[in-house]
């Protein structure tokens, strides 16, 4: 009986682990980047005021997006993007952004050092 009860709950915990792992959030699929902001920044519907900010590529569920975090570590902004292939890896952490009607700066991507990607924000 105890060989029974035993086999039981081994099995138990092997079909809970990969329901466990289902329920986790979010993955890094990117290094974070830290950017110093002289001016305002929008990203998504989030205006960012200047100063020091990290930049991280996560997917939760199947979507990627690109996750802003402040000083303390807390997210302060969080758009949808998309993986758009480079020539050559990055030397150089940046960001790229266009202005919109009024003169705002709109975030467009982001390049982290290293990588041979750009993660381009969705904007659909």
Same mark, same amino acid.
């Given at each position: 009986?105890?060989?029974?009860?035993?086999?039981?709950?081994? /099995? %138990?915990?092997?079909?809970?682990?990969?329901?466990?792992? &289902?329920?986790? *959030?979010?993955?890094?699929?990117?290094? $974070? +980047?830290?950017?110093?902001?002289?001016?305002?920044?929008?990203?998504?519907?989030?205006?960012?005021?200047?100063?020091?900010?990290?930049?991280?590529?996560?997917?939760?569920?199947?979507?990627?997006? /690109? %996750?802003?975090?402040?000083?303390?570590?807390?997210?302060? &902004?969080?758009? *949808?993007?998309?993986?758009?292939?480079? $020539? +050559?890896?990055?030397?150089?952490?940046?960001?790229?952004?266009?202005?919109?009607?009024?003169?705002?700066?709109?975030?467009?991507?982001?390049?982290?050092?290293?990588?041979?990607?750009?993660?381009?924000? %969705?904007?659909?």
């Amino acid at each position: 009986m105890t060989r029974i009860l035993s086999i039981a709950v081994a /099995l %138990v915990g092997v079909i809970a682990l990969p329901a466990l792992a &289902a329920d986790q *959030p979010s993955h890094a699929i990117s290094p $974070k +980047a830290d950017f110093h902001l002289s001016h305002e920044l929008v990203v998504g519907t989030t205006t960012l005021q200047p100063g020091e900010y990290k930049f991280q590529c996560v997917m939760f569920g199947d979507k990627e997006f /690109l %996750v802003v975090t402040n000083d303390d570590g807390r997210e302060v &902004a969080r758009v *949808p993007c998309r993986p758009e292939e480079l $020539k +050559a890896k990055v030397e150089l952490s940046d960001f790229r952004y266009s202005r919109n009607q009024t003169g705002a700066a709109i975030l467009t991507a982001v390049r982290i050092r290293g990588e041979k990607i750009a993660h381009v924000v %969705v904007t659909d």
